[in-house]
């Protein structure tokens, strides 16, 4: 397969049934997703209410429950999306030929079962959906129109159209308003000039980010993307932050990541924080010139951030705190913790938890915290490098007692919570990046290398790793956009924040890992970028909320919304 100078003609309106199509596929897809939340919720409900041990029980069906729901969530958001893109007169062929191939394959897998993980496949019988119920799913009339309409021909014409005009632009599918487009632009530029050429430098010698970077991006408002115009920000939406995140993580994950900690502790302070503290810290978060580590995880309690045991007490005009934390990315590095303790003792679970905007002393030459009280050491990681991760110590590490978030002890875990749904959004749009970067490193190298005669993308197997790749990238932005409409909007979207970040992690994964396929042998050679971005990529189904414990939020929201309707 050779690219041409010509893509194959359009049609004059491309996809106009389309919309209509996938909107049958979503509408389905939901009945399915109903009936199992049904038969699930008989397992796991007792005396009205949701049962932890039924629910531990049932893992297996529940979480299921979860992928079920995300994929219908994305056939949802794909018949939107279509539906704008032909009121715009914006749908191009590749976006109409990538669609019908998500969708395809996507309900196949609700009928045949879904990979929640590479030993795990969810299937209809797990969560009780009966035969009749899955028969109704297979025989609507858009189950033949669809699968009918995506064949080897079909496949084909896909591949060559990412052939054919291999810009980004083409493989990305998307379409938003003209400031995020122009935004898009821009730090696409600043990610293929100053961050992708050192990416595998600074991944290959294990070095911090450079400090002229981060200033850099301090420049561009990166660190106060969503702070208000009051407070120093540029006062943009979450959908911007999914912009920035996607094109810088595209560069280098350490890069798209140095935004997160800045991100968190603004909002928390936003949401929580007293007037003084506002006009202390967001100017400074914004401008950049203030790092921010965050200091949640405890060493035994992981994702239980209830079962935090960090002791802050309260002396005189100071906190002292003593215990430990780990995973606490740039620690090194910071001015500000945010630093989650525990500030009453006799409270149980996560009532007596506070957090605290504790300042420190950055790393200075021979001595990474030079504290009082305070000592770290680095946790060497496969990826996700360039800001560094360190398990720390604190005794009776001072910390002033105006520095507790809003001026009142015990609404800690409140407080962070508050926190999560943006989190995880930000960390769907860097899978999306990472996922991006595997797809063009992947498409790059197949069109390049020559086996038997002819390029690695003239083989099947090859191509259909580029393509689903783009066609669930595809899929995942739309779910991420959403999320963050949502939140944009001020509606509550732990659920779809939750189904964003759990699929675009297994989408860049598998897409880093089908690139690496691709490049054969010399995938696994250190010196190709590739086995960076799949070293970067496993760490998205752990951090910011395990995919398993993603699952279980999304599962539960949607059973406890079936017993209040």
Request: glycine share 8%.
């Amino acid at each position: 397969m050779t690219s041409s100078s010509e893509s194959p003609p359009a049609e004059a309106t491309p996809g106009v049934m389309l919309p209509d199509l996938l909107a049958r596929v979503a509408t389905a897809a939901d009945h399915l997703v109903q009936a199992a939340t049904a038969t699930i919720a008989e397992r796991v409900v007792v005396r009205g209410r949701l049962d932890r041990l039924a629910l531990d029980r049932e893992q297996h069906a529940v979480h299921g429950l979860a992928w079920y729901a995300t994929y219908a969530a994305v056939l949802d958001q794909l018949a939107s999306w279509s539906a704008r893109l032909i009121a715009t007169g914006r749908m191009r062929p590749i976006d109409e030929l990538l669609s019908r191939i998500l969708a395809a394959e996507y309900a196949e897998q609700l009928a045949g079962g879904i990979p929640m993980g590479q030993q795990e496949i969810i299937r209809p019988q797990h969560m009780g959906v009966d035969g009749p119920t899955l028969s109704h799913f297979t025989s609507g009339s858009w189950w033949h129109e669809l699968n009918t309409s995506v064949g080897p021909h079909e496949h084909m014409r896909a591949a060559q159209l990412l052939l054919d005009s291999r810009s980004r632009a083409t493989i990305e599918s998307v379409a938003l308003d003209e400031e995020l487009e122009l935004m898009r632009d821009e730090f696409r530029a600043f990610a293929d000039e100053k961050v992708l050429p050192f990416a595998h430098i600074w991944h290959g010698a294990d070095a911090l980010i450079p400090i002229e970077v981060i200033a850099q991006l301090g420049e561009l408002g990166v660190f106060g993307l969503t702070i208000p115009e009051s407070h120093g920000g540029a006062g943009l939406s979450k959908m911007a932050m999914c912009v920035v995140s996607e094109e810088l993580s595209r560069g280098y994950i350490g890069v798209g990541s140095l935004g997160t900690r800045a991100e968190i502790a603004a909002e928390l302070i936003l949401n929580a924080g007293t007037p003084a503290q506002k006009d202390h810290w967001l100017p400074r978060i914004a401008s950049g010139k203030t790092i921010v580590t965050a200091a949640f995880t405890e060493p035994d309690a992981g994702s239980d951030l209830a079962a935090v045991r960090t002791r802050a007490r309260r002396e005189g005009d100071s906190y002292s705190v003593t215990g430990s934390k780990t995973w606490t990315t740039h620690a090194a590095r910071a001015d500000l913790m945010t630093l989650l303790v525990r500030t009453d003792p006799t409270l149980p679970g996560h009532r007596g938890l506070s957090i605290l905007l504790a300042p420190k002393t950055p790393a200075r030459p021979g001595c990474d915290f030079p504290d009082e009280g305070l000592t770290g050491g680095e946790i060497p990681v496969l990826g996700y490098r360039g800001m560094k991760e360190y398990a720390l110590s604190f005794d009776a590490f001072r910390v002033p007692a105006d520095a507790l978030l809003g001026g009142v002890e015990g609404l800690g875990f409140r407080q962070l919570m508050a926190t999560f749904e943006s989190a995880r959004i930000q960390t769907a749009a860097r899978a999306i990046g990472i996922g991006q970067m595997a797809l063009e490193l992947g498409l790059d190298y197949a069109v390049q290398r020559q086996q038997f005669e002819q390029p690695l993308y003239a083989y099947p197997r090859v191509r259909n790793k580029v393509l689903m790749t783009a066609a669930e990238l595809l899929g995942v932005r739309q779910l991420t956009y959403r999320a963050a409409q949502m939140k944009d909007s001020g509606k509550r979207c732990d659920r779809e924040a939750g189904m964003a970040k759990l699929l675009a992690a297994r989408i860049a994964w598998s897409a880093a890992d089908g690139a690496l396929q691709i490049h054969g042998g010399n995938g696994f050679a250190l010196e190709y970028p590739i086995s960076r971005v799949l070293c970067d990529a496993r760490v998205l189904s752990i951090f910011e909320g395990a995919a398993e414990i993603q699952a279980q939020v999304i599962a539960r929201r949607l059973i406890e919304e079936r017993m209040t309707s």
